[in-house]
């Protein structure tokens, strides 16, 4: 019998088998590899909300509503943006205490995890402004003296000339500016806290921003040196020349009268 001859492959038989082999092996990547950046940011981005949601039904929603929707006792927080509830909470602001004229300035309850969660869910109940990152409200490189003069066009009315505070009308305060972080006073900026007018980059420029942040340093800060001794809240040379006046000339007729009362009674004597 004659031997039947080996069937011939096709030449581009192994050109097939090697790429189904590959397609095999995508196929078993894309099964098994692990999720995508954006997969997983989005997952992050989910666990934070649902995280902050607890957080809020136990901290929040008594005085702000189940939804955020507000209530007699607290304002709607839709539409209030991450950056003010990163400025709200992360200066102890809230949760308040109790309902007043003004709410201050407290020691902080949650931490910074905690508040990145509770922003999360407040940022998903609607647009609003986005809490900064380091690159924005970083002072370095920014223009100090543009920053003043910002500064005193748009804030000293309210905040002093130097950032140390002041009055304001039916118990409302606007509050010192000593020993805020930059990231506090640019949300503050962003979002326009309490009686604080907002002041978004439409308006107000993130490079304006910076610059009154390096204002603020520069002449309130840690390293801020005062060489004319009892700076006196920075008021001004009439409002603490008027001091002296006052304070200055009442000890020296006091001392007078003193002196005159003492004399007159060993005179007596």
């Known amino acids: 019998m004659k031997k039947l001859s080996a069937r011939r492959r ?13 397609a095999a092996t995508g196929g078993l990547y894309a099964a098994f590899a692990p999720a995508s950046k954006a997969q997983a940011d989005e997952t992050a981005q989910s ?22 929707q507000g209530t007699s006792d607290g304002p709607s927080l839709v539409g209030v943006g991450s950056a003010a509830v990163d400025f709200q909470v992360g200066t102890g602001r809230m949760p308040a205490q109790q309902p007043g004229a003004q709410v201050p300035k407290k020691k902080v309850i949650y931490s910074q995890s905690e508040i990145d969660q509770l922003a999360a869910y407040i940022a998903s109940l609607g647009a609003g402004p986005v809490a900064p990152t380091s690159k924005d409200y970083n002072p370095d490189g920014a223009d ?7 500064f005193r066009t748009n804030c000293a009315q309210c905040h002093n000339f130097t950032g140390e ?11 010192s500016l000593e020993g805020v972080a930059p990231k506090h006073i640019y949300e503050a900026m962003q979002t326009g806290p309490q009686n604080m007018p907002s002041f978004p980059d439409t308006t107000m420029t993130k490079q304006n921003k910076k610059d009154i942040i390096a204002y603020l ?7 801020t040196q005062s060489p004319g001794g009892l700076k006196l809240g920075g008021l001004g040379p009439v409002s603490e020349g008027l001091f002296a006046w006052i304070f200055g ?17 060993a005179k007596k004597s």
Not at 10 to 22: D, K, N, R
Not at 47 to 68: F, N, P, Q, R
Not at 217 to 223: E, I
Not at 249 to 257: C, E, P, R, S
């Open 10 to 22: 096709h030449p581009l038989a192994a050109v097939v088998v090697l790429l189904l082999a590959l």
């Open 249 to 265: 000339l009442g000890a020296l007729i006091a001392v007078a009268i003193w002196v005159a009362a003492r004399t007159a009674k």
């Open 47 to 68: 666990l934070a909300i649902d995280e902050g949601k607890k957080l809020y039904s136990v901290g929040c929603a008594s005085c702000h509503g189940t939804g955020g």
């Open 165 to 175: 505070g002041g009055a304001l009308t039916h118990g409302k305060f606007a509050p």
């Open 217 to 223: 340093d520069a002449v309130n800060g840690d390293q």
């Open 144 to 150: 100090i003296a543009k920053g003043g003069e910002l």
